[in-house]
């Protein structure tokens, strides 16, 4: 299982892009990131990977000075 990790450098802002992208129909949610990304306030977006081009796009649109960037995440056991 392949998922997507929208990492921010600011906690306010993971939880307002996670709402934003509720509102648009998106399939996500706010999550710790992980400790391998090394970077971020400890709060990131996943995203499924079929919803990506859509989600990219409504980040883009929002303009968050604190987004650090994508990242992969991928599971074989579906954690």
Request: proline share 4%.
């Amino acid at each position: 299982m392949t998922e997507i990790l929208a990492v921010f450098r600011s906690r306010s802002q993971a939880a307002d892009c996670n709402s934003r992208l509720r509102m648009n129909s998106i399939n996500c949610a706010l999550i710790n990131t992980p400790k391998e990304v090394g970077v971020g306030c400890g709060l990131s977006v996943k995203i499924p990977q079929y919803q990506l081009m859509r989600a990219k796009g409504i980040i883009m649109r929002g303009k968050y000075s604190a987004f650090y960037g994508f990242y992969t995440m991928k599971s074989p056991y579906g954690k």
